[in-house]
């Protein structure tokens, strides 16, 4: 990062109980770390994101280990712009869902490599702005993705 910015614990008794327990060692350099380390280790760079819920943080997978994986068909149409209509993580869901309209959110969360509460919350954010619609049971039922171009 290239620029510092100040740091302020959102819940300071609780950041306190960590310093204090050894956990946390400064304010304010969290990012900068994660920056380094991602580096050192030849990983994609994290995406960073400022939302009125707080700072979010997204480690993408290298292109090697989704194609490892098998999730690397999960990109294949960048032209489709749902990257920067709904962010990285939800627009493979949605390509997902559009390749296997009867795909599970453990098969989901599996050819993503997260967890199953991370990906209900993205299904569960997507349905909200009105991205997918579920039709009938968990089991048996199937996705319909809307298109909103």
Not at 43 to 70: D, K, N, Q, S
Not at 104 to 131: C, E, F, H, P, Y
Request: aromatic residues 8%.
């Amino acid at each position: 990062m290239t620029s510092k910015l100040p740091s302020a614990p959102y819940n300071p008794a609780v950041a306190n109980a960590f310093f204090r327990s050894g956990e946390i060692e400064a304010w304010g350099r969290g990012v900068q770390r994660i920056f380094q380390r991602c580096r050192e280790a030849d990983t994609p760079t994290p995406l960073v994101r400022l939302e009125p819920t707080g700072l979010w943080i997204e480690f993408p997978f290298a292109p090697e280990y989704l194609e490892m994986v098998g999730a690397g068909d999960a990109k294949e149409t960048e032209s489709d712009g749902l990257d920067e209509k709904l962010g990285q993580r939800r627009a493979e869901i949605l390509r997902l869902m559009q390749a296997n309209p009867k795909i599970t959110v453990t098969g989901l969360a599996k050819k993503l490599g997260i967890s199953l509460t991370a990906a209900d919350k993205n299904i569960q954010a997507s349905k909200t702005m009105g991205w997918i619609h579920r039709f009938g049971p968990a089991k048996g039922g199937h996705w319909e993705v809307i298109d909103k171009s």
